[in-house]
């Protein structure tokens, strides 16, 4: 990985110099575009809509529109010159339980890792918030603008997570949450025993990205000049009139996949079991085969030692 930023963390008069590494990247799989005619690639210029002349990338800045149209020009130096403390520092403001944290403010991961010389306050830091069972809240500009972020520990190292400001978090104005709807304890019941009955510990390498997959199909199909068969779509379940009996059906369902899961999964283990055991009684065989031969081989050489030694002494 290549360190995309270097500052330190800043935590009461100790200074933690670290280095910042993306944590994620998207596996999407990348497209060009292309002329539908001939497969050409279609190129954009960087045209200014003034003199009609393309401006190199060097020479491109940013700018501000005021309501009456005219456009403030900012430079990289007026950015970089921006009285910001949290510019090349990550500030720990507090402590609290991740609980307070709602996710939805969460918007990127990123490792950090020590420089040389703050791998033990890092360390020291580090094993105190787990130990605490909180996270840190902080505040870091990164690329250009300044957010909040917590910093957690996973698989040993700080993960600083990126927050939106709570005026970026939308309100959901739904019309049905100023209605009053009608449950029945029955159905809240069946719904509790279908949260129930779906239960399971989270493991995510269990799932795949299965839309990729059927794409990268298809552009195989493609490069082989084989013809691209669509699957049949699944059926829509129609929606049940009664959510009670629907709930029910669910929960049934629902305990019979795992039922049937646990089967299998019993299976595979005797069946492993089995081989195992087999794999062990035939090692156990040739053990004894070998000890066989090596007592022979052991009576061999004692026979050769003697008939040695008898040898010297008649010579």
Same mark, same amino acid.
């Given at each position: 990985m290549r360190s995309i930023w270097k500052g330190a963390i800043s935590f009461g008069l100790v200074t933690i110099p670290v280095k910042l590494y993306s944590a994620t990247e998207q596996r999407d799989v990348a497209f060009h575009q292309v002329h539908r005619e001939d497969g050409g690639r279609i190129r954009y210029k960087?045209?200014?809509?003034?003199?009609?002349?393309?401006?190199?990338?060097?020479?491109?800045?940013?700018?501000?529109?005021?309501?009456?149209?005219?456009?403030?020009?900012?430079?990289?130096? /007026?950015?970089?010159?921006? &009285?910001?403390?949290?510019?090349?520092?990550? +500030? $720990?403001? @507090?402590?609290?339980? =991740?609980? %307070?944290?709602?996710?939805?403010?969460?918007?990127?991961?990123?490792?950090?890792?020590?420089?040389?010389?703050?791998?033990?306050?890092?360390?020291?830091?580090?094993?105190?918030?787990?130990?605490?069972?909180?996270?840190?809240?902080?505040?870091?500009?990164?690329?250009?603008?300044?957010?909040?972020?917590?910093?957690?520990?996973?698989?040993?190292?700080?993960?600083?997570?990126?927050?939106?400001?709570? /005026?970026?978090?939308?309100? &959901?104005?739904?019309?049905?949450?100023?209605? +009053? $709807?009608? @449950?029945?304890?029955? =159905?809240? %019941?069946?719904?509790?025993?279908?949260i129930d009955s779906m239960e399971g510990e989270f493991d995510p390498s269990e799932y795949k990205d299965a839309y990729r997959e059927a794409l990268q199909e298809v552009i195989e199909a493609k490069v082989e000049g084989k013809e691209v068969v669509p699957q049949e779509a699944e059926e829509e379940v129609p929606a049940a009139s009664d959510l009670l009996s629907a709930l029910r059906a669910s929960v049934e369902a629902a305990k019979k996949g795992r039922s049937g899961a646990r089967q299998a999964k019993g299976d595979g283990k005797a069946d492993a079991d089995g081989k195992a055991k087999r794999s062990t009684s035939g090692k156990t065989g040739t053990g004894g085969k070998s000890g066989k031969s090596s007592t022979g081989k052991s009576n061999a050489s004692k026979s050769k030692a003697k008939s040695g030694s008898g040898s010297r002494k008649s010579a």
């Open positions: 960087r045209v200014c809509t003034k003199d009609g002349e393309e401006v190199p990338y060097s020479d491109i800045a940013k700018g501000y529109e005021l309501p009456d149209g005219e456009i403030v020009v900012l430079t990289d130096e /007026d950015f970089e010159n921006l &009285p910001l403390s949290t510019s090349r520092r990550i +500030d $720990v403001l @507090l402590f609290a339980t =991740e609980e %307070q944290v709602d996710p939805i403010y969460f918007s990127k991961s990123y490792y950090l890792e020590p420089e040389a010389q703050g791998t033990k306050p890092y360390v020291l830091l580090r094993d105190a918030l787990e130990s605490s069972g909180k996270v840190a809240v902080v505040k870091v500009a990164l690329r250009q603008r300044e957010s909040l972020g917590t910093l957690r520990v996973r698989d040993g190292v700080f993960v600083l997570e990126t927050m939106l400001w709570p /005026d970026e978090v939308r309100a &959901p104005e739904f019309k049905f949450l100023e209605e +009053d $709807v009608d @449950l029945r304890p029955q =159905e809240l %019941q069946m719904a509790t025993s279908l």
